[in-house]
């Protein structure tokens, strides 16, 4: 089966600017000699193999940063080259229209995990706050920009505070829109001004979130019947960990967990930016938010993310029961409403829609919505 990464170049293409673009950019990041190109309805670019069993066994990528010491979160280079890497040894096909396309499409995932990394927030399913200085609310809209507030800035004052200054209430959901939100903003702020200026319009008369979020601007690659590899990720990929404990799922946001995957086995933590989560640890903490349910004054059912906390801390220092926690939830998820013998792993990923001309569903999107 094909996989890697398809460009439709034209036979004419061979040596054009976009290929040129893609050369030159694997050679800034020493990667070239790793890049096999094969001609197959266009360009079929893929990891070359050696590279593949080596690097990356069983499509796993969790440990490539420590394979080839790649400082992912020092060095925005190791970085780009992490998302190079595994998108050319993608377990299935990804087809882009364009080489600029593909290289905005690395640019997004590399603002995504920069501007996930730098994301504070409080947890909160309910709450109704953002900087007044550049957004208001109102049920009709939800948050929308003040007059003459940049969406870019804006969404950075919210989700990226000084030191010392205040931490926004946020649901783990709502952060991965903003997040992804701005980083397509700030690519479209280079290569698609338009694009911009049709996302900042939405946002100063009604804000886009929930389902219509994730149709717009997100796809989803694979499915439940045709799983990705389980330890398949690619820096700025949004993943879903879903609660499989059927009753502390129905505490309102605690169905699952919405992270992106930052690179070199880490996935980020909105809540506690410095102690970003590796795949067992946050599968230890979704196991225990069974155990810390109560009932509110008014009878809701709530969570305690300070006995999760407890708990956790707990689990960690027995290897043994770790071990058997992670056996647990180290399995694919159930179906939706179905919670029987999954875990809490998720068989997709998702990814920003195209952003540049010709090709953007995404402003053609916008345009009909206005």
Not at 206 to 217: C, G, N, P, R, T
């Amino acid at each position: 089966m094909a996989a890697g990464i398809r460009i439709p170049f034209p036979p004419a293409a061979q040596t054009g600017p976009g290929w040129e673009l893609l050369l030159a950019e694997w050679r800034r990041l020493g990667i070239a000699d790793s890049v096999e190109c094969l001609e197959e309805n266009g360009k079929l670019l893929r990891l070359a193999e050696p590279c593949a069993r080596e690097w990356m066994p069983g499509h796993d990528t969790l440990g490539l940063a420590e394979t080839l010491k790649l400082e992912v979160c020092h060095q925005e280079d190791d970085l780009l080259r992490e998302i190079w890497l595994t998108l050319l040894n993608c377990p299935v096909l990804l087809e882009y229209p364009s080489a600029e396309e593909l290289l905005a499409a690395v640019r997004i995932r590399r603002n995504i995990v920069r501007n996930a990394g730098r994301t504070l927030l409080n947890f909160h399913t309910s709450a109704i706050e953002r900087p007044q200085d550049c957004w208001h609310y109102s049920e009709a809209t939800g948050f929308v920009l003040n007059p003459g507030s940049s969406l870019i800035d804006s969404l950075k004052k919210a989700c990226q505070p000084e030191e010392g200054g205040q931490w926004y209430a946020f649901s783990c959901n709502r952060a991965t829109e903003y997040v992804v939100l701005l980083a397509i903003a700030e690519e479209a702020r280079a290569s698609h001004p338009e694009l911009l200026r049709q996302l900042q319009a939405q946002w100063e008369k009604k804000a886009i979130s929930y389902e219509q979020f994730q149709d717009l601007f997100l796809n989803e690659l694979a499915s439940l019947e045709e799983p990705l590899p389980m330890h398949y990720y690619v820096p700025g990929d949004r993943v879903w960990f879903r609660n499989p404990d059927s009753h502390s799922s129905d505490v309102r946001g605690f169905e699952g967990s919405w992270v992106f995957y930052l690179g070199g086995g880490k996935f980020v933590n909105f809540w506690k930016r410095d102690r970003p989560f590796d795949l067992l640890s946050k599968c230890v903490e979704i196991y225990h938010w069974r155990h810390a349910t109560f009932r509110d004054a008014q009878g809701e059912l709530q969570l305690d993310e300070n006995i999760v906390d407890q708990h956790v801390a707990e689990t960690l220092k027995s290897p043994e029961e770790t071990a058997c926690i992670y056996e647990r939830m180290h399995r694919f998820r159930d179906g939706r409403g179905v919670y029987a013998e999954g875990g809490c792993m998720d068989a997709t990923r998702e990814l920003p829609k195209f952003v540049l001309p010709p090709h953007s569903d995404l402003i053609r999107e916008l345009r009909a919505l206005a």
